[in-house]
């Protein structure tokens, strides 16, 4: 008997029945699947991000238009810009530097010398309502002469255009006149020949420029 009782089977460790996961387990296991759900959350929102979303006509449209837009307003504001400096350029041109006129009676209808910082403007009148006007660019100057005496003064202006007159005379200024156009035409032909920038000075800082150049080395004339 105790030969058969011998022989019956016995437990193993593979038949002992499996023991119940631990709550570390548990939370392992629960922490895994939530990391591949939300890996697949990140590569699903990245594959959604990097497709092209296409508008509705719509908005396509107000793109369009808000690009043209945006190109109209550029091309406005650089007009604008650009009109702006050349209204700002023609005026400082036309801004009067000096001017003279001969002396009434020794003229009777006084000619007339005006400067202004692109050109010299010489008006002779011949009689009422009547003028001839020469207008010669600063850098179209050669030299300018002055004669002096006690009282008057005259200009002479060497022009380097081609033309029946190559110079132009005035008589019977003021002498005073006379020496200050002198010194202050021939000291802007001095600056343009010599390339001096002098547009960004103001009036009196480009008069008292010019008449400093253009002043004789002796001061007793």
């Known amino acids: 008997m105790k030969d058969e009782e011998s022989l019956e089977p016995t437990n193993f460790i593979g038949d ?14 629960q922490s895994r699947k939530m990391g591949g759900v939300a890996m697949k ?3 699903g929102i ?23 837009t945006r ?6 504001e650089k007009t604008l810009r650009q009109t702006d400096h050349l209204r700002k350029v023609v005026k ?28 010299i403007t010489i008006i002779k009148r011949d009689f009422f309502w009547t003028s001839r006007v020469i207008s010669i660019q600063i850098e179209d100057i050669l030299n300018i002469e ?9 200009l ?27 010194h202050l035409i021939q000291g ?9 920038d002098i547009s960004q000075l103001t009036k009196e800082e480009l008069l008292e420029t010019l008449t400093g150049l253009g002043e004789d080395t002796d001061r007793k004339i």
């Open 71 to 76: 190109h109209e307003n550029t091309r406005r």
């Open 41 to 43: 959350a990140v590569v």
């Open 146 to 154: 002055a004669g002096v005496g006690p009282f008057f003064g005259s």
């Open 16 to 29: 002992i029945p499996p023991s119940k996961p631990t709550t570390y387990e548990l939370l392992v296991r």
């Open 188 to 196: 802007y032909v001095i600056a343009k020949h010599n390339k001096l």
């Open 46 to 68: 990245r594959h959604f991000l990097h497709q092209d979303v296409p508008l509705p006509p719509s908005a396509e449209n107000f793109m369009q238009n808000l690009s043209f």
């Open 92 to 119: 400082e041109s036309s801004q009067v530097l000096g001017s003279a006129n001969t002396v009434f009676p020794l003229t009777l209808f006084p000619d007339s010398v005006i400067v202004d910082r692109s050109k």
């Open 156 to 182: 002479n202006i060497a022009s380097r255009v081609m033309s029946s007159v190559d110079h132009f005379r005035i008589d019977y200024f003021w002498r005073a006149d006379a020496i200050f156009l002198k």
